[in-house]
């Protein structure tokens, strides 16, 4: 399984970054598509993610309202469309496949990709 992000870059509080993320490899079923980042000195938290099968969507409270997540309809594509950017948003932001995206949460990871940084600036 091979997922390439791109898209990061420095932007201003308020601003938008859109990262995309091409999956290719994927031969389960059982694998959904998300995003985590990690921030300096702090853990990875997960951020967002969506089911392959329903287009069900996932975000973290701390992005809600202000991050999308999409695929497309060949299904090898995410997007993680950010607007409203805060400073603590800066972090590398990593594509991942999962399992289960959904019931409230972001399941377990089975790959990650190379990560991407994302840096707000205020």
């Known amino acids: 399984v091979q997922l390439q992000a791109s898209g990061g870059g420095l932007v201003q509080a308020g601003g938008s970054l859109r990262l995309s993320c091409a999956v290719s490899?994927?031969?389960?079923?059982?694998?959904?598509i998300g995003w985590f980042r990690q921030a300096p000195g702090k853990e990875r938290e997960g951020v967002s993610c969506i089911s392959r099968y329903d287009g069900t969507t996932y975000s973290s409270a701390s992005v809600k309202g202000r991050f999308t997540i999409s695929l497309n309809d060949a299904k090898n594509m995410v997007s993680l469309q950010m607007n409203s950017l805060k400073p603590e948003d800066t972090a590398v932001y990593y594509c991942?496949?999962?399992?289960?995206?959904?019931?409230?949460?972001?399941?377990?990871?089975?790959?990650w990709g190379q990560g991407t940084l994302v840096t707000v600036s205020s």
């Open positions: 991942v496949t999962l399992w289960p995206c959904g019931n409230g949460g972001m399941g377990s990871v089975d790959y």
């Open positions: 490899g994927l031969t389960s079923d059982y694998e959904d």
